[in-house]
């Protein structure tokens, strides 16, 4: 098997490869999505260096992988892959699994009765930007058409900002900070 080659020249005139071969500007709607759901993964790894405990850890690793499976859906226009990389599926089981995370979570939670600051621990506030990210990726997503994606991708990323908006609570809950309402 021969290395993958880290740099290959095709996109010094500022174009990229899409992954049924178009080529596109780099400043396209459809690569915008696909970094900025990147820029969200990136994020995960930094949160994930901030020391959260196993269980959040174990759901961060999770999201991370998604979010590539998430990525490759956006570079596929033409809705090819997923027929042959059954790892890229995002299905209704993954948002409902977000469902049941967040449910989880939340029922070691005191209440919410007003609006929180993002903030506390490295880790909690790292998770409450995650869902600032996830929030402008699900946007960039939005731009790109109502037919563009199927909708259990959308819902996966609605979803995933909210599970990341308890986590961060979560997070700060276990590391003994208190929230700041507003």
């Known amino acids: 098997m021969r290395a993958v080659k880290i740099y290959t020249k095709t996109g010094d005139a500022g174009e990229?490869?899409?992954?049924d071969g178009t080529r596109v500007l780099k400043s396209d709607v459809r690569?915008?999505?696909?970094?900025?759901?990147?820029?969200?993964?990136?994020?995960?790894?930094?949160?994930?260096?901030?020391?959260?405990?196993?269980?959040?850890?174990?759901?961060?690793?999770?999201?991370?992988?998604?979010?590539l499976a998430v990525g490759a859906r956006l570079a596929d226009p033409a809705h090819r892959i997923a027929e042959r990389v059954p790892k890229t599926a995002i299905a209704l089981?993954?948002?409902?699994?977000?469902?049941?995370?967040?449910?989880?979570?939340?029922?070691?939670?005191?209440?919410?009765?007003?609006?929180?600051?993002?903030?506390?621990?490295?880790?909690?506030?790292?998770?409450?930007?995650a869902r600032t990210l996830c929030r402008r990726a699900e946007r960039r997503v939005v731009a790109l058409g109502p037919d563009a994606v199927e909708a259990e991708l959308l819902a996966y990323l609605n979803r995933l900002s909210d599970l990341f908006f308890v986590m961060g609570r979560a997070a700060n809950h276990r590391a003994g900070i208190r929230e700041q309402e507003w």
Do not use: K, M, N, Y
């Open 31 to 67: 690569v915008e999505a696909c970094g900025a759901v990147d820029e969200l993964g990136a994020w995960l790894g930094v949160v994930g260096a901030q020391g959260l405990d196993a269980d959040l850890a174990g759901f961060v690793s999770r999201i991370q992988a998604d979010l």
């Open 16 to 19: 990229t490869g899409l992954l």
């Open 93 to 129: 089981a993954d948002v409902r699994r977000l469902e049941s995370w967040i449910d989880r979570l939340e029922a070691d939670l005191p209440p919410l009765r007003r609006f929180i600051l993002a903030g506390g621990c490295p880790a909690g506030a790292g998770l409450h930007c």
